[in-house]
């Protein structure tokens, strides 16, 4: 009876050891060939270089026409993103990023722009730069996107100054770069935005920033707000950063436009349509250092801001401005931006001081002056000249006047300008207006469909919707102090849209 219990443990040990041996031999002959073919190493490299969708890639996306054989994979393999498993995408794509192809650009091609370029590179790395006498860019022609080609050494990112959050982004861009420098490719593709999506804060520019990114053919930077030039550039968040490194955060997208690669069957020649923007909505009315900007020392009121900056290096730029109701603006940056104790009797009482110290600072100062500083000179009941820091943002209300700057220098066909109220009634209408101002090609009813089900982003939160409206006095006290200025950017654009009234 022993002998027979043996035997049976002996068969079952003898059943289980094979079983195990032939499901090792399985799992190896299935892991080795894709080692072998580096497909592995390519997913994890494409997964940290760039996370996509199906949104985002096409099933019917163009092989590289120059693969080789090894690199051919069949279709319909499985491929993991970070959240998302997608079948029937072609492996190419994910080989493109470390192969030279015919999406590369030709290398005597490429050593002219480094040339063209070579002093506006040098000094675009410095920290310091007065962008008015930066040498003027020579963008390369068959790109929808302003970009050019610039020559890197190893280790492209080693002095940038990095946060915490980007640290990730610029590892992965340094193996990329890195594997292309050991190929010899010893130049890359650099972009600035096509567009920059201008507003106030409280006025939808996050939402709309990624519900545009939603379409196949717009790239992300590594983020949505650098504020460079009106921030970063000036180090007023804790360092400098040159303008080489703004464009830094651009360097994954320009990736994906390089690649972006089509025939124009009219010209027969190879066009690049995907774009990248910045939706930092500072850069439309955030001056507060335009005192020691190059050539406004010693004035009162600026004459050199953001648009002279930027119209030098993008004088074709496009710009969407988002804008909103100003009173309800005003109460929404309260609402989102107040630490302290918050309530509808706070927010009357700062709203009144601020009126007050504005209109006494116009009495006294140009106009001007009064808006694009955050600390100003007024006066108190005595006569004796103070100095007011806001508590309430009031003079970013002002929109005319920003507005009227931007267009002292730029094209007003080059804005767009939009109001929240109108995406709330009809976000796809709105949506498509842009995509043709932008000469975009329209979403399929799938991506509408993508873009139906998107949430809003930076919507109030759940303690300040249960606090409740402003009072009805301060609605009144705020539509009558930005009434002035909302008719005269009525008179100004020649629109009638902009006649806000408050209902409370």
């Known amino acids: 009876m022993v002998l027979r219990h043996i035997s049976t443990c002996w068969r079952i040990l003898v059943v289980s050891g094979i079983s195990l041996v032939l499901l090792t031999c399985l799992f190896v002959l299935s892991v080795?060939?894709?080692?072998?073919?580096?497909?592995?190493?390519?997913?994890?490299?494409?997964?940290?270089?760039?996370?996509?969708?199906?949104?985002?890639?096409?099933?019917?996306?163009?092989?590289?026409?120059?693969?080789?054989?090894?690199?051919?994979?069949?279709?319909?393999?499985?491929?993991?993103?970070?959240?998302?498993?997608?079948?029937?995408?072609?492996?190419?794509?994910?080989?493109?990023?470390?192969?030279?192809?015919?999406?590369?650009?030709?290398?005597?091609?490429?050593?002219?722009?480094?040339?063209?370029n070579a002093n506006f590179t040098f000094m675009s790395h410095k920290k310091y730069?007065?962008?008015?006498?930066?040498?003027?860019?020579?963008?390369?022609?068959?790109?929808?996107?302003?970009?050019?080609?610039?020559?890197?050494?190893k280790d492209p990112y080693v002095n940038a100054a990095k946060t915490t959050s980007q640290r990730r982004?610029?590892?992965?861009?340094?193996?990329?770069?890195?594997?292309?420098?050991?190929?010899?490719?010893?130049?890359?593709?650099?972009?600035?935005?096509?567009?920059?999506i201008l507003g106030q804060p409280k006025c939808g520019t996050t939402d709309l920033y990624l519900k545009?990114?939603?379409?196949?053919?717009?790239?992300?930077?590594?983020?949505?707000?650098?504020?460079?030039?009106?921030r970063q550039r000036y180090g007023r968040n804790g360092w400098t950063q040159s303008l080489a490194e703004y464009v830094n955060v651009f360097d994954r997208a320009s990736v994906e436009i390089q690649r972006s690669s089509k025939i124009d069957n009219t010209t027969l020649q190879i066009v690049r349509n995907k774009i990248t923007g910045d939706a930092s909505a500072s850069t439309l009315w955030d001056n507060a250092h335009w005192d020691s900007y190059h050539g406004n020392a010693g004035r009162e009121d600026p004459f050199y801001l953001t648009p002279q900056f930027l119209h030098h290096l993008q004088p074709d730029a496009k710009f969407i401005v988002s804008l909103r109701n100003p009173t309800l603006r005003l109460y929404s940056d309260y609402l989102f931006f107040s630490s302290a104790e918050k309530s509808a009797k706070d927010f009357h009482?700062?709203?009144?001081?601020?009126?007050?110290?504005?209109?006494?600072?116009?009495?006294?100062?140009?106009?001007?002056?009064?808006?694009?500083?955050?600390?100003?000179?007024?006066?108190?009941?005595?006569?004796?000249?103070?100095?007011?820091?806001?508590?309430?943002?009031?003079?970013?209300?002002?929109?005319?006047?920003?507005?009227?700057?931007?267009?002292?220098?730029?094209?007003?066909?080059?804005?767009?300008?939009?109001?929240?109220?109108?995406?709330?009634?009809?976000?796809?209408?709105?949506?498509?207006?842009?995509l043709d101002f932008l000469e975009m090609r329209q979403l399929t009813p799938l991506e509408e469909q993508v873009l139906a089900v998107q949430a809003h982003a930076n919507t109030r939160r759940k303690e300040d919707v249960e606090m409740g409206p402003m009072f009805e006095s301060t609605a009144k006290l705020l539509d009558d102090f930005y009434k002035p200025y909302n008719d005269q950017l009525i008179e100004l654009l020649d629109d009638a849209r902009f006649n806000w009234t408050t209902h409370i």
């Open 349 to 434: 009482a700062k709203v009144v001081k601020a009126i007050d110290a504005f209109k006494t600072c116009t009495k006294h100062f140009p106009e001007r002056a009064c808006v694009y500083n955050s600390t100003f000179a007024t006066y108190d009941d005595g006569g004796e000249m103070t100095y007011y820091t806001e508590s309430v943002r009031l003079r970013i209300g002002l929109y005319v006047v920003f507005i009227r700057d931007w267009l002292a220098v730029f094209k007003k066909k080059q804005f767009m300008i939009i109001k929240l109220e109108e995406r709330s009634e009809n976000d796809k209408g709105v949506i498509e207006k842009i």
């Open 32 to 116: 080795i060939p894709n080692v072998r073919r580096g497909r592995l190493k390519y997913v994890a490299d494409y997964r940290r270089v760039r996370h996509r969708t199906a949104f985002d890639i096409p099933s019917n996306w163009d092989p590289d026409l120059n693969a080789t054989p090894d690199n051919n994979y069949s279709r319909g393999e499985e491929v993991w993103t970070d959240n998302f498993r997608r079948k029937d995408i072609n492996s190419t794509l994910l080989l493109n990023l470390y192969k030279n192809s015919s999406r590369e650009i030709q290398e005597e091609v490429g050593i002219a722009q480094v040339k063209k």
């Open 169 to 196: 982004y610029y590892q992965s861009m340094t193996e990329y770069y890195n594997h292309r420098y050991l190929q010899n490719i010893r130049f890359r593709l650099r972009c600035l935005p096509y567009y920059y």
């Open 212 to 230: 545009l990114n939603l379409h196949p053919d717009f790239e992300k930077g590594i983020v949505k707000e650098p504020h460079w030039w009106t």
């Open 129 to 153: 730069v007065d962008i008015l006498k930066l040498p003027k860019i020579e963008f390369l022609p068959g790109y929808k996107n302003p970009c050019w080609v610039e020559a890197f050494k």
